[in-house]
């Protein structure tokens, strides 16, 4: 394959943007990331007219793939048209909340961010204004996007930044602990409960490979939460509308969590974040309330339009039996593969988004909630050696993965998740 295109691109790029990127794992396909022209259908065509598979689709926002339907061209083309936003509120951003407190159990009112970062900032914010607490529960492995609060490493009894620039105040008032570990949970509530003003988690770890919580987990944090006066925050900004369909991750698992994080799909494909939840909290942002919060883009009628008009074509076609449909296709042969040739990997995963992690773990069924079946384990037809947390992932065999995946797959036409840790997505 000729890259002439997206060398020179990046070399262009390199004296103009740090690293040449816009955000940082972009540029982890060394040499050089390829620079990307368009997209089409499930596909993209780089700058050099390679044409390749397009297994990262945005990074998750693109549950319809780079076509989108007419009506929802139409939408997002008249919006822009009519002029782009206007510092005012319109009725798209009513519609759009309207369908996901509609949809969403755990929803009773929303307020639209540009990004799932913003929206896990401005969560933070409103759990510690409502508990008039300060720490955070976090759960090792996990990802909330470049925030002050979350850009922290350690455990209950030590925690510092885990970048520069990030004062040690925040890491003083985060607790990471590890993900399906109820112990450890508990130890941390024993330790700091009067100060926990939430326990932040994506409901399936999806950003330090595909980890999915054991039976009775979460329902255990909504038990601490209720016992030491903290807010338990879901961060649905991957599995939002993906995992459990238009209901999200809470339904599938059936928690009620008292703020939801969105991010990525609600957008359709444009910036967008939002921060949902149980009435009585979500008032308390401004105006309403007094816990500041506000964007100049916030509620974009663009966006809004392409969120609306994705979600509603979701609501309208079988789009998630569909893209599950394939994803569960694509899995098992990856795992039938894997058995025969690497029988110490595990292809993991559901619904629509997959990974293969260079690690197992004990072998232990997982009961009920294990969902990706890679039938590795002779005694388990579902999900026997599934990672249990994702600090597992993170001391996987991860340098297999830049041979493996970069630059072998990318020749062939397949472009997979820029880093080892975040998932693949099937549109
Ligand atoms: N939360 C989760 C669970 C995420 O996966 C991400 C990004 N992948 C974020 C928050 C941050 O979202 P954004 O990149 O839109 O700021």
Not at 177 to 197: L, Q, S
Not at 321 to 349: C, F, K, M, W
């Amino acid at each position: 394959m000729n890259h002439e295109a997206s060398r020179s691109l990046y070399d262009r790029a390199l004296s103009v943007m740090p690293g040449g990127v816009n955000s940082s794992v972009r540029a982890a396909p060394q040499p050089y990331p390829i620079f990307v022209d368009h997209g089409d259908g499930g596909h993209v065509v780089d700058a050099d007219g390679n044409r390749y598979i397009d297994w990262i689709q945005g990074l998750g926002p693109l549950l319809l793939g780079h076509d989108m339907p007419e009506k929802l061209q139409a939408a997002i083309q008249s919006r822009a048209a009519e002029g782009p936003m206007y510092g005012m509120p319109s009725e798209i951003e009513v519609e759009h909340a309207e369908f996901v407190c509609r949809h969403v159990p755990g929803v009773e009112m929303i307020r639209f961010v540009n990004s799932g970062t913003e929206a896990t900032v401005s969560a933070c914010r409103l759990a510690r204004a409502v508990t008039g607490r300060d720490k955070i529960v976090i759960m090792q492995g996990g990802y909330h996007g470049a925030q002050e609060s979350t850009l922290v490493e350690g455990d209950a009894d030590g925690t510092e930044p885990s970048s520069p620039g990030v004062p040690q105040a925040f890491a003083e008032n985060t607790v990471p602990v590890p993900f399906n570990d109820p112990e450890a949970a508990e130890a941390a509530f024993e330790k700091h409960g009067e100060d926990i003003a939430a326990v932040l988690v994506e409901p399936v770890q999806a950003n330090m490979g595909i980890v999915y919580p054991v039976d009775g987990y979460h329902g255990m944090l909504r038990n601490l939460c209720d016992e030491h006066g903290s807010l338990l925050i879901f961060d649905e900004v991957i599995t939002g509308f993906r995992v459990g369909g238009l209901g999200c991750a809470q339904s599938e698992f059936d928690v009620d969590p008292d703020l939801t994080t969105f991010g990525k799909i609600i957008g359709g494909g444009f910036p967008v974040g939002a921060i949902g939840g149980k009435t009585e909290y979500i008032e308390q942002f401004t105006p309403s309330g007094d816990v500041f919060q506000a964007g100049t883009f916030s509620g974009n009628p663009v966006t809004m339009a392409a969120g609306l008009e994705t979600l509603r074509f979701c609501a309208e076609n079988d789009v998630y039996e569909h893209v599950n449909g394939l994803g569960r296709q694509l899995r098992e042969g990856l795992s039938e593969i894997v058995a025969d040739y690497a029988p110490e990997y595990t292809v993991v995963g559901s619904d629509s988004f997959f990974k293969l992690v260079f690690t197992r773990c004990d072998g232990e069924p997982q009961g009920e909630s294990c969902r990706n079946g890679c039938r590795q384990d002779p005694d388990c037809d579902r999900y026997g050696g599934c990672p249990k947390r994702g600090t597992d992932i993170y001391r996987a065999e991860t340098d297999r993965y830049a041979r493996l995946f970069r630059p072998a797959m990318r020749e062939q036409g397949i472009l997979v998740s820029q880093n080892q840790f975040e998932s693949n997505f099937v549109s």
